[in-house]
Nanobody, 121 residues
Framework: QVQLVESGGGLVQAGGSLRLSCAAS????????MGWFRQAPGKEREFVAA????????YYTDSVKGRFTISRDNAKNMGYLQMNSLKPEDTAVYYC??????????????WGQGTQVTVSS
């Protein structure tokens, strides 16, 4: 079992940066991939980024490539999403998740409660 708690969301102006953190409980975190998804009002939850259990590989949706960086520290049971050059269209609730390395929600059985990111123009 894994419990995930996100933090670091907030209100930022376009062009600004935020760093999201995901605190995980349970040993399974270190053996599973970690992902970040986001959901804007009226839209489906969408894949943002994923990282393999050993951080050897990372994956990003096209719209955030070059701006977002996913990372993890297994020794601390922590995951991160560094978001730079933020745009208003990045506004959403961001969710941390743990599961298989994939870009679909069904691959991830464990989810945090989400943290709101709002980017003003």
């Amino acid at each position: 079992q894994v419990q995930l708690v996100e933090s670091g969301g907030g209100l930022v102006q376009a062009g600004g940066s935020l760093r999201l953190s995901c605190a995980a409980s349970g040993r399974i975190f270190t053996t599973k991939a970690m992902g970040w998804f986001r959901q804007a009002p009226g839209k489906e939850r969408e894949f943002v980024a994923a990282i393999t259990w050993n951080a050897d590989n990372t994956y990003y949706t096209d719209s955030v490539k070059g701006r977002f960086t996913i990372s993890r520290d297994n020794a601390k049971n922590m995951g991160y999403l560094q978001m730079n050059s933020l745009k208003p269209e990045d506004t959403a609730v961001y969710y941390c998740t743990v599961g298989a390395t994939a870009m679909v929600t069904t691959a991830y059985p464990y989810w945090g409660q989400g943290t709101q990111v709002t980017v003003s123009s």
